[in-house]
């Protein structure tokens, strides 16, 4: 199954340039880490982004949570996944028809379109939501990711809901590349002997090596569990990494370095395995 395949074996079957770009990215820096930096600062957004930057397949942004935002941080953020060679996926969050969705995501004050390589969308509308990203992503070699399933505690991503996710992304998967999800998703919900060499890719909030979780129903994992036992293959780091002093860089630099390290042998053992 696809899981126990390298990262770069995987990336030659996809048909889309998103993941594929991905895949390869992990296998050559030899990294599944995505950084989300959730920060208000432009400065800390991009010092802490500068740091982690040799360490990450992909930067995870928030871009709505930045005071201050003009357009210079775009610039400013591009340069840098050029420099540290990632790729940038904005957690948007889409959850409108698909009208509105295709609005929000080529235009308005961020135009994520034109600079995120992968985004997000509940499936909750239905298809339709798809549909609507895709006219604008699509063209644009973009990735589309379904959250199939939340970390937080009492979450209502479950049963039929992740199912029908997973038959939703079956049916556009030349623009949707994955899922937010927990665990592995290839074949579920599909008829026996149906979706035999499908490989979604599957990235992972919900990490941590200190915490269990926080005070408001985020849940952690320990990259081990996520990659090894759940056959995910990105871990999405925030507050494990940037901590609490946006100043210490090289506290920063360090912890991104260690949650490397660990998602990348959970890795090695699995595909060994
Ligand atoms: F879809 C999800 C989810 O199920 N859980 C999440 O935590 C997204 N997230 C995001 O990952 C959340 O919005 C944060 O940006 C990040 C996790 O941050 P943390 O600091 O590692 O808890």
């Not at 942004?61 to 050029?82: C, G, N, P, V």
């Not at 030349?174 to 592995?184: E, H, K, M």
């Not at 320990?222 to 036992?229: N, Y």
Request: proline residues 4%.
């Amino acid at each position: 199954t696809a899981y126990k395949r390298s990262y770069g074996d995987r990336a030659k079957a996809q048909s889309n340039p998103a993941a594929r770009a991905l895949l390869e990215t992990m296998e050559r820096k030899k990294t599944n880490l995505c950084v989300s930096v959730d920060t208000v600062k432009p400065a800390d957004f991009l010092a802490i982004i500068d740091a982690v930057g040799p360490y990450i397949c992909l930067i995870k942004t928030h871009i709505d949570i930045l005071e201050d935002f003009e357009w210079s941080i775009i610039e400013r953020l591009e340069e840098l996944a050029k420099k540290h060679d990632f790729l940038i996926f904005e957690d948007r969050k889409f959850a409108d028809i698909g009208n509105t969705v295709a609005m929000q995501y080529a235009a308005g004050v961020y135009k994520i379109a034109s600079w995120a390589h992968i985004t997000n969308a509940h499936p909750v509308p239905g298809p339709s939501i798809v549909k609507g990203l895709s006219s604008i992503g699509f063209p644009l070699q973009r990735g589309l990711l379904l959250l199939a399933e939340m970390s937080t505690a009492g979450a209502l991503t479950k049963g039929t809901y992740t199912e029908e996710a997973v038959q939703m992304a079956r049916v556009h998967n030349d623009f949707v590349i994955g899922f937010i999800a927990q665990r592995r998703m290839n074949g579920i919900g599909a008829a026996p002997g149906e979706a035999q060499d499908e490989d979604f890719i599957i990235l992972t909030p919900g990490v941590g090596l200190e915490a269990k979780g926080d005070a408001m129903g985020q849940q952690y994992r320990t990259p081990r569990e996520v990659v090894l036992e759940s056959g995910c293959d990105v871990i999405i780091v925030g507050r494990g990494v940037y901590g609490k002093d946006l100043s210490d860089i090289d506290g920063i630099r360090a912890r991104a370095e260690r949650y490397r390290g660990e998602g990348w042998s959970a890795y090695l053992e699995r595909i060994a395995s």
